[in-house]
């Protein structure tokens, strides 16, 4: 469980507002940024969330070591959104990972970029970052309206006279607006805040949603027999991780993937970075066909011809897996996973043997719950939103984060498009407003 520091608890503020020059309904990357956006230009913000206290998600993203950005070209950085490339390039030419690591800088945070291209804060914490945020939104250098916090106020909506409604502590508030950004959130991580409330009352608005989807998600797998790991594997193996190894897939048109790297089975089936990575087209596959599978090459770095030559050297008296572990280094779980989906008269078999190492089917059944995902996909798509992000069937609400329906891959894609698309709803509303 995270523990948040009260220092991150922004100071309270009377509840009672009943109208307000703009209202932020969400404390993440992107409802942050677009407050700041609009502070700095000395606009009135109140910002409310539903939560104890702001950026509870980006705590929790930077548990590990707070992951902000990445460091490779533009073009390629925008590829990494996939089919929403077009809609988030703009954003990222505006804010992209350069701006961003400025941005923290004068924060008082120097940023580093590690040996896989990723860009740190320097100690790799999130905590000192969100601190020195929220101290500057509260108490901006150039002086000014600070914005103002409303914590426990849970957003329902719109009532018959366009007020925002929020359930607070002390009871419904009804709060009207100049101008409005939403940065609720996607549908994972629920107990943090992003649950996905909002599409009702979004869509009883006439605002079109795409359904909410995992992303960056875990799988459970089928098995040999349709039914998952067998339990020898799920009670010996279950977190343990797969290291030094690939997967590669065709999609639906024949175009091949393969990325080396590493990733973690689970009670049900696989997770982890290499994993989350095809993510997306796993899921999509398995939504569209009913399964989807990849094959898992054990020693990428060794050929197809090379690991033959050693299944084919006699072992004498050697069992197999001692063989596999003196002639090849398989043993473990590579070892295991063997055993769990191949069947006995394969493992018999050089060739067969030889061409399971190199390319291993592992079919999935079902992506994990959305809960249980980094991110989402889905929500509101861009084609309802002009190029400032405000909604087209509702003047003067604007959205941003992960709200939208885009989705990228872990590596620092995800906060970067956050911030950028919480500073594009700021400016928007600033251009609304003057």
């Known amino acids: 469980m995270t523990v948040i520091a009260k220092s991150h608890v922004p100071a309270a ?22 407050a700041e956006q609009l502070s700095a230009a000395g606009v ?12 509870r998600k980006f705590l929790l993203a930077g548990k590990g070591g707070m992951n902000l950005s990445h460091s490779e070209g ?3 950085f925008a590829g990494r959104y996939g089919a929403r490339r077009a ?5 990222l030419q505006d804010f992209g990972a350069g701006e961003l690591r400025d941005w923290a800088k004068g924060l008082g945070i120097e940023t580093f970029v590690g040996s896989s291209g990723r860009v740190f804060p320097a100690d790799m914490k999130a905590a000192p ?21 409303h914590m426990r106020h849970r957003c329902t909506g719109w009532n018959e006279a366009g007020a925002l409604r929020f359930d607070a502590p ?8 100049r101008a409005t950004v939403l940065a609720l959130g996607g549908g994972s991580w629920s107990r943090l805040g992003s649950d996905g409330a909002w599409q009702s009352w979004l869509a009883a608005r006439g605002v079109p949603l795409a359904p909410l989807k995992p992303s960056n998600c875990g799988f459970d797998v089928a098995g040999r027999e349709g039914e998952g790991w067998t339990a020898h594997f799920r009670e010996r193996f279950a977190g343990q991780p797969f290291k030094s190894v690939a997967i590669r897939r065709r999609d639906a048109q024949g175009q091949a993937w393969q990325r080396k790297g590493e990733f973690v089975a689970t009670a049900t089936g696989v997770e982890g970075s290499l994993v989350y990575a095809c993510s997306a087209a796993l899921r999509d596959a398995i939504e569209s066909g009913g399964s989807a599978g990849f094959e898992l090459d054990l020693l990428p770095d060794r050929s197809p011809e090379q690991v033959l030559a050693e299944l084919r050297h006699p072992r004498g008296a050697r069992s197999l897996s001692s063989h596999l572990k003196s002639r090849l280094g398989l043993d473990g779980i590579k070892m295991a ?6 069947p006995k008269e394969a493992l018999a078999q050089p060739e067969a043997l030889a061409a399971a190492i190199k390319g291993l089917p592992v079919r999935l059944r079902a992506p994990r719950p959305i809960d249980e995902a980094i991110s989402s996909a889905g929500g509101v798509p861009f084609e309802a939103l002009d190029e400032q992000l405000m909604l087209k069937a509702l003047p003067g609400v604007f959205c941003a984060g ?25 400016r928007g509303v600033l251009q609304r407003l003057r």
């Open 74 to 76: 533009a073009e390629a």
């Open 337 to 342: 996973i063997l055993h769990e989906l191949l």
């Open 13 to 34: 503020v009377p509840t009672d507002v009943p109208s307000c020059e703009v209202a932020v309904v969400g404390g993440g990357p992107a409802g942050l940024m677009a």
């Open 170 to 177: 002390q009871g419904p508030v009804a709060v009207q607006a």
């Open 129 to 149: 970052l969100l601190r020195a945020w929220l101290q500057r939104l509260r108490h901006p250098v150039a002086g000014g309206p600070g914005v103002q916090f």
């Open 44 to 55: 009135s913000v109140h910002l409310f969330d539903a939560m104890p206290s702001v950026g």
């Open 87 to 91: 809609a988030i390039a703009p954003l």
């Open 402 to 426: 992960e709200m939208l329906d885009w989705e990228a891959p872990t590596g620092g894609y995800l906060l970067t498009a956050c911030f950028a698309s919480g500073v594009r709803a700021g």
